[in-house]
C-alpha cells in the first residue's frame, strides 16, 4: 500500500463477524449479540458499497448503529410488562398450589418426601400414612410444598401424578412402617 492508500477492513470479516455474532446469539442467552451482530452486517454491506470508507470511520458506524440498537432494545424491554411464564420461570413448586395427590411416602413430625409425577417434593403438613390424599396449599421459598388433609389411605380419588411402586419387601428406617404383601386382599 502506497503512502495515499486509506486502509479499510474488507466487507468480508464484517459479514463474517455478523454472522457469527447471530451464531453466539443462539448459545448466549439475552437477546445482546444479536444486535452486535445486525450492526456489523449493516457495516458489512456499507464497505461493499463504499469500499473506499476507512477503518476508523467503519469502527465508528459499529459503535454508533450497535449503541442506537442497544437503546431501543433496553427501551422496549423495559416497557414490555412480564407475562405470567416469564415471573414464575423456573418455579415449578408454585404451579402445585390447589393441586390433590396421594402421598407416596408417610408425613412424621410434620414433614416428609413425597412423589408427585416423576419429581419428589418435600412437604409439611399434619401427620398422614402412606396413601392419604392431600392438597398443596402453599408454598415456602425453599420449594416445600405445605399440605392439608383431604381423605384417608382409603378414598378414591383422581392423584397429579403416577405413584411408583414400593417393594414389597423393601424395609425402612421408620419403625412403625409395616412391610405388607401387595398381592394380599
Known sequence: MGDGELMTISYIYWIAAGLLLGAAEMVVPGFILMWFGVAALAVGL??????????????????????????????????????????????????MVGKTFTLSDGLKHGSGHSFIGDTRWQIRGQDAPIGTQVRVVGVTDESILNVEFVAGPDAKTETVGPIPRKDALATSSDSDRQVTDPTAP
Do not use: H, M
Open 46 to 95: 456499507l464497505t461493499l458499497a463504499l469500499p473506499t470508507l476507512g477503518w476508523p470511520l467503519q469502527l465508528a458506524i459499529f459503535a454508533a448503529i450497535t449503541a442506537v440498537f442497544l437503546v431501543f432494545w433496553w427501551n422496549y424491554q423495559r416497557k414490555r410488562p412480564k407475562t405470567a411464564t416469564e415471573s414464575e420461570f423456573n418455579r415449578r413448586a408454585d404451579g
